[in-house]
């Protein structure tokens, strides 16, 4: 069993800053990404860390402004987001498979542990 926490989220205007943390138990050796929905979408991908090896997967769009890392000290996968923009706007949810890295990080899929997801609004 795996269980996620996140903390972080909040509102700010665009070309602000955000940063969002994940605690995962047990830490583990497993891929731990950052999705993010609005209400009528679907989940998209938009970070993920392998956390034995530190690789990391971007999407495009968030390419350059995002960063997500192993907080070794706090035992978190952090996402900070810079130059945020109205489009970032969502429910953003750490989701993690059990163990093991995995083909498509950023894919969801209904088998993956997650969160209860943080709300992260940006006004233009």
């Known amino acids: 069993q795996v269980q996620l926490t996140e903390s972080g989220g909040g509102s700010v205007q665009a070309g602000g800053s955000l940063t969002l943390s994940c605690r995962r138990n047990?830490?583990?050796?497993?891929?731990v990404g950052w999705f993010r929905q609005v209400p009528g979408q679907e989940h998209e991908g938009v970070a993920s860390?392998?956390?034995?090896?530190?690789?990391?997967q971007y999407r495009d769009s968030v390419k350059g402004r995002f960063t997500i890392s192993l907080n070794k000290v706090k035992k978190t996968i952090d996402l900070q987001m810079n130059n945020l923009k109205p489009e970032d706007t969502g429910m953003y949810y750490c989701?993690?498979?059990?163990?093991?890295?995995?083909?498509?990080?950023?894919?969801?899929?209904?088998?993956?542990?997650r969160g209860q997801g943080t709300q992260v609004t940006v006004s233009s």
């Open positions: 989701a993690s498979n059990l163990d093991g890295p995995t083909l498509a990080p950023l894919l969801w899929s209904a088998h993956l542990y």
């Open positions: 047990p830490y583990g050796f497993a891929n």
């Open positions: 860390i392998y956390t034995a090896n530190g690789n990391t």
